[in-house]
């Protein structure tokens, strides 16, 4: 099973950006397909953006096409999340997951594998 730990959160103005990392350890990293979530307060979490295990496949959700970027570097044994065009509406408690299939894609009880979470916070 693969630890996953997040980092990279902050405080930004709207419309600032922020990158997001993930580190994997325990596992072999490059077996797993990686996926970003969110969860803001009073809400239930939501898929954000996955990649396929080389990373040629991306997939996002609609409310951050275009302003969010999702990557992975196997040899580190890490994933990103490049955030640009920040709204305040994307301020949550932003996850990174792993799980071992690519279908279905946006599922959460898909993903096996969690980390602890990090705060993103995008003032008006």
């Known amino acids: 099973q693969v630890q996953l730990v997040e980092s990279g959160g902050g405080l930004v103005q709207a419309g600032g950006s922020l990158r997001l990392s993930c580190a994997a350890s325990?596992?072999?990293?490059?077996?797993?397909?990686m996926g970003w979530f969110r969860q803001a307060p009073g809400k239930e979490r939501e898929f954000v953006a996955a990649?396929?295990?080389?990373?040629?496949?991306?997939y996002y959700a609609d409310s951050v096409k275009g302003r969010f970027t999702i990557s992975r570097d196997n040899a580190k044994n890490m994933m990103y999340l490049q955030m640009n065009s920040l709204r305040p509406e994307d301020t949550a408690i932003y996850y990174c997951?792993?799980?071992?299939?690519?279908?279905?894609?946006?599922?959460?009880?898909?993903?096996?594998?969690w980390g602890q979470g990090t705060q993103v916070t995008v003032s008006s």
């Open positions: 990649l396929t295990r080389s990373g040629s496949r991306t």
């Open positions: 997951a792993a799980k071992p299939h690519w279908f279905p894609i946006t599922r959460t009880d898909d993903y096996v594998n």
């Open positions: 325990g596992g072999t990293f490059i077996n797993y397909i």
